[in-house]
């Protein structure tokens, strides 16, 4: 367990839907960061929230959107969905404080739209 | 644009010989450069860092080089074992925009007993 937890692990929905994904973060990490990974794009920056503000942003779809809150968990809210949507999304979180830069990820929550 | 890649989209190797990972990076404006290592089915693993002040850096059983003037970056593993079988990520990391992440495209490193 990596200490970084993400909910539902697996999503099946249909196109045109709306889904949202839940990522908790490691005890004391105040950056969250969203990752797309599909087959052919490898592992794409999404958006990074740094205590409960946006910090970056990566190449995110208008149709994503994205917050953390007061808890420091952040959801990712996928809309109007399309199958090229289709993907692993993951969450990892850092702290800058830390001695390494490494991000501690979540095992992933697996998006099938049909 | 930033972009990390990776040479070798699969590497195969003998359980028990050294294996070497290599990733190109076009930008130079990173503060890090950073290792995972991707099990089916979990997310990425950080395996080691280097600062981009470094050439060379070495953790247990694996070596990262950093070679900033033809922008090369490798993973030494030493002494493959069958459990590090796995998809291998490069990535530069920007301190200066919030910590943010790119990664390289991968590289599957199959390991025959």
């Known amino acids: 367990d990596s200490g970084v937890t993400q909910t539902p692990k697996h999503l099946i929905t249909a196109t045109g839907q709306r889904v949202t994904l839940r990522c908790s973060p490691r005890s004391g990490d105040l950056s969250v960061y969203w990752y797309q990974q599909s087959l052919d794009q490898g592992l794409q920056f999404l958006i990074q929230?740094?205590?409960?503000?946006?910090?970056a942003k990566g190449n995110i779809l208008e149709r994503f959107s994205a917050q953390q809150f007061p808890d420091l968990h952040s959801e990712l809210n996928l809309s109007s969905l399309e199958l090229g949507d289709s993907a692993l999304y993951f969450c990892?979180?850092?702290?800058?404080?830390?001695?390494?830069?490494?991000?501690?990820f979540g095992s992933g929550t697996r998006l099938t739209v049909v | 644009g930033e972009s990390v890649g990776l040479h070798l989209p699969t590497l195969s190797v003998q359980e028990g010989d050294n294996s070497i990972i290599n990733c190109a990076y076009s930008n130079s404006a990173s503060d890090y450069f950073i290792w995972y290592k991707q099990e089916s089915g979990k997310g990425p693993q950080f395996i080691i860092d280097?600062?981009?002040?470094?050439d060379k850096r070495q953790g247990q059983r694996v070596t990262v080089l950093l070679n900033k003037t033809v922008k090369h970056l490798s993973l030494q593993i030493a002494a493959t074992q069958p459990g590090d079988s796995a998809v291998y990520f490069c990535a530069e990391l920007y301190y200066n925009q919030g910590g943010k992440l790119i990664f390289g495209q991968g590289t599957e490193l199959s390991v025959k007993p």
């Open positions: 929230y740094y205590n409960g503000e946006e910090r």
């Open positions: 990892a979180s850092s702290d800058p404080d830390r001695s390494s830069y490494g991000y501690t």
């Open positions: 280097i600062r981009s002040n470094m």
